[in-house]
């Protein structure tokens, strides 16, 4: 595995790090995580954003994995989610999430092909 390779797949634990822990605190606190965001989950039941919590532990978790075995084929499967994560965020108006969404796919690509 080249460098560069080995520096995408640390950033890919890194970020699945973050996901595993947003997805602790909305669940441990959905109104915290309601307020972190804005207007876009104002209202919303604290089961739902639980729910939300729920999916990025699992997203976290097995992308921390994926990403520290260096299993190219998990995280090139992820790419179609990315894309259509990005696109939902763009119809939400989102820029932020589709930006950064953007740099992950970005950086999931380099670990592809370094």
């Known amino acids: 595995m080249s460098p560069l390779s080995r ?45 939300i919590g729920m999916g990025a532990i699992g997203i976290g978790l097995y992308e921390t994995i994926f990403a520290y075995q260096g299993n190219r084929q998990l995280i090139f499967a992820t790419l179609p989610m990315r894309i259509a994560f990005a696109g939902v965020m763009a119809s939400w108006g989102v820029g932020t999430a589709v930006l950064y969404d953007g740099i992950v796919a970005v950086v999931c690509g380099v670990a592809l092909l370094a």
């Not at 890919?12 to 989950?41: E, K, M």
């Open 7 to 51: 520096m995408a797949n640390f950033i890919l634990v890194l970020h699945g790090l973050g996901n595993l822990s947003q997805g602790i605190y909305t669940v441990a606190s959905p109104r915290g995580y309601a307020a972190l965001t804005g207007d876009l989950f104002a209202g919303a039941p604290d089961k739902a954003l639980q729910a």
